[in-house]
Nanobody, 123 residues
Framework: QVLLVESGGGVVQAGGSLRLSCTAS????????MGWFRQAPGKGREFVAA???????DYADSVKGRFTISRDNAKNTVDLQINSLKSEDTAAYYC?????????????????WGQGTQVTVSS
C-alpha cells in the first residue's frame, strides 16, 4: 500500500508561483510512474503532469512551459513547480502513483491517490 500526502497549496496572485510536494510512504516509489492531476469545481479530474522512473516527463498542453515535475527517489517525493499562475489553474491538485511500467495521462491507471491540496489563483 502506498500513502501519498500533498502539501504546498495556497492562495496566490495571478503570475505568481507555488511548489507542490507529494510525499509517499508505505513503499518506495522510485520505480513508479508519478503523476499530478487537478480538479476544478464542477469539472472532471484533469491530467497535469507525469514523471517516469527514468525521469522522463509528460505535461498537459495547458501547463507546458509553466509547470515542472521532478522527483527525489531518495526522499520518496515528487514535486510540481508551478510558475506564471493563471486563474484557470485554480483547482484541487492531486498526486498519484502508478505501478505500471508505462507513462499515462489516464487517471484510471493510477492506483494510489493523495487527498489533494488546493491552489487558488486570485486576479
Amino acid at each position: 500500500q502506498v500513502l501519498l500526502v500533498e502539501s504546498g497549496g495556497g492562495v496566490v496572485q495571478a503570475g505568481g508561483s507555488l511548489r507542490l510536494s507529494c510525499t509517499a510512504s508505505g513503499r518506495a516509489v522510485g520505480s513508479y510512474v508519478m503523476g499530478w492531476f487537478r480538479q476544478a469545481p464542477g469539472k472532471g479530474r484533469e491530467f497535469v503532469a507525469a514523471i517516469g522512473n527514468s525521469e522522463r516527463a509528460d505535461y498537459a498542453d495547458s501547463v507546458k512551459g509553466r509547470f515542472t515535475i521532478s522527483r527525489d527517489n531518495a526522499k520518496n517525493t515528487v514535486d510540481l513547480q508551478i510558475n506564471s499562475l493563471k486563474s484557470e489553474d485554480t483547482a484541487a491538485y492531486y498526486c498519484a502513483a502508478s505501478a505500471m511500467y508505462y507513462m499515462s495521462r489516464r487517471a484510471s491507471v493510477y492506483a494510489y491517490w493523495g487527498q489533494g491540496t488546493q491552489v487558488t489563483v486570485s486576479s
